[in-house]
DNA sequence: GAGGGAATTCTACGCTTGATGAGTTCACCC
DNA sequence: GGGTGAACTCATCAAGCGTAGAATTCCCTC
C-alpha cells in the first residue's frame, strides 16, 4: 500500500490531490462523460489536435480510463463521430415530398442539425477532421455517399441526379464552414430566416431547376 | 575538429553521410527550398500536422537553418501564406467590368487561382489550417478581412454589399473544398465549363441580382 | 462471504515535437 | 589578406504525445 488510508500517517508527506484508485458506487457515467469531452475536443481541434489527456482531464478522469473504455484513440474517435441516424434521415425526409419547395426545406433542416447542440459537435468533429487528413476525408466520404447520398438518390431522379446533389451539397458545405466553423463575420450574422431565404432558390435550383 | 577533412584517419569510423559545415558558395538557394518544402508540407498536412524535421529533410537541409532563416513555425507559416497580391487582384478585377457577366468572370478566375500551381499550394494550407483549429480559424478571418475584404470591398458597393459578397465566398469555398479538398466524386469530375456554366448564375444572382 | 471481474489509479516507456546554443566553415568586403 | 558575419551542422533540452501494464478498490453474483 503506497498511500495508507488509515491513520498512520508515516514520515512521508501525502499528495493532497490524491484519488483512490478503486471502482465507485453505482454508474459513475464515465464512459459517457469520456464521450462528451472527447467530441467537445475533436470538435475543437481536430483528431490531431485534441490529446487523450486533455480528453481526459476536461472528463475529471484519468486517462487510462479511455483506454479501458474505448482502446485506441482511432476507436475514440469513430465512437465521437458517431451521428445519430435520425439526423440524416432528417435530411432525407426535407427532399421528400412537394418538390416545388424542397430546397427551402433542406436549406432549413440543414442548418437546424448545425444548430442542435446534439449534431453539431459531431458535424464540427468530422469537418475539422476531414479536411486534414486523407484518412478522415475518406471517411468524410464515405459516410456521405454511403448515409447522405444513399438516401437522397432515389428523390433526385436519374441522369445528373448525383451531380445535382453534389453542388447542392458544396454549397450548403460553404455556408457551414463560413458560418459555424470560420465563423466569417457576415456569414455568422445572418439572420437565419434571411439566409434561408437567399439560399434556398440556389438550392432549389440546383436540385430541380435547369441548369445549362 | 570533430571530423578530420584531411587524409588523416586517424582510429575511429568516420560517419558516411555526414555534410560539413560553414557556408556554401554562391547563392545556394536554401531559403527558398525551405519555403517551398513548408508551402508543400503546410498544404498537404495543414499546420499541426506539418513538422519542421519533415520540412527541413524535405528541403534536404539542417532544421536549424529553418530557425536561422525564419524564427519560430509561426513566422515560417506567416510566411508560407504569403500569397503574391497579385492573385488577390486579380479577383478584384473580375468582378470589376461590365457587371451583366462578373459572376462568371468571378468562377472562372477562382478556379484558375485553385488550378495554378503557384497558387493553389498557398490556398490549400490556408483552408486546411485554417478550418482544423478555432486559433488558426481567427488568423484565417484577419487575413480574409484584412487582404482580401478590402480589396474587394470598393467594388462591392454600400448596404449589402459584404453580405452579398460573403454568401458567394461561402459558395466558392464549398465548391473548392469539395473539388480540390476532399475531392467528393462528382465535384472532382466536374468538367470545368459545366462547373462555371452551373455555378455562374447563382454567383451573379448573389452578387447583383434580385434576393428577396 | 468468497471470488471474479469491472472500474479506477499511478508510473513509465519510447517517440516526436519545437526550440536552443555552441561550434565550424566559408564568402565577401574593406 | 585579414576580419566580420552569414550560412551551416550538431547535440541536446523540456514537453507532450499515445500506449502500456501493474496495482488497488469495490460492485455483483453465486
Redesign the pocket.
Known amino acids: 500500500?503506497?498511500y495508507p488510508?488509515g491513520l498512520l500517517g508515516s514520515g512521508t508527506v501525502e499528495?493532497e490531490?490524491?484519488?483512490?484508485?478503486?471502482?465507485?458506487?453505482?454508474d459513475?457515467g464515465?464512459?459517457a462523460a469520456i464521450l462528451d469531452a472527447a467530441r467537445e475536443q475533436f470538435a475543437a481541434k481536430g483528431y490531431d489536435g485534441?490529446?487523450?489527456?486533455?480528453i481526459a482531464a476536461s472528463a475529471g478522469?484519468?486517462?487510462?480510463?479511455?483506454?479501458?473504455?474505448y482502446g485506441?484513440?482511432?476507436d475514440l474517435f469513430d465512437a465521437a463521430l458517431e451521428i445519430p441516424q435520425e439526423f440524416t434521415q432528417q435530411l432525407a425526409r426535407a427532399i421528400t415530398g412537394d418538390p416545388e419547395h424542397a430546397g427551402a426545406r433542406l436549406v432549413e433542416t440543414y442548418l437546424s442539425l448545425w444548430e442542435n447542440p446534439a449534431s453539431s459537435g459531431a458535424l464540427l468533429a468530422i469537418v475539422r477532421s476531414a479536411i486534414v487528413s486523407d484518412r478522415a476525408a475518406d471517411r468524410f466520404q464515405a459516410m456521405l455517399t454511403a448515409r447522405f447520398l444513399a438516401d437522397l438518390a432515389p428523390y433526385l431522379g436519374g441522369g445528373d441526379g448525383p451531380a445535382r446533389a453534389a453542388i447542392a451539397g458544396a454549397h450548403l458545405l460553404g455556408i457551414a464552414i463560413a458560418r459555424y466553423v470560420v465563423r466569417i463575420g457576415p456569414m455568422a450574422e445572418f439572420d437565419r430566416a434571411t439566409l434561408i431565404a437567399w439560399c434556398a432558390p440556389t438550392i432549389q435550383r440546383y436540385l430541380t431547376g435547369p441548369l445549362d
Open positions: 500500500m503506497r488510508t499528495p490531490n490524491r484519488r483512490t484508485a478503486g471502482r465507485r458506487a453505482g459513475s464515465t464512459r485534441a490529446s487523450l489527456r486533455v478522469v484519468d486517462t487510462g480510463l479511455i483506454r479501458h473504455f485506441s484513440k482511432d
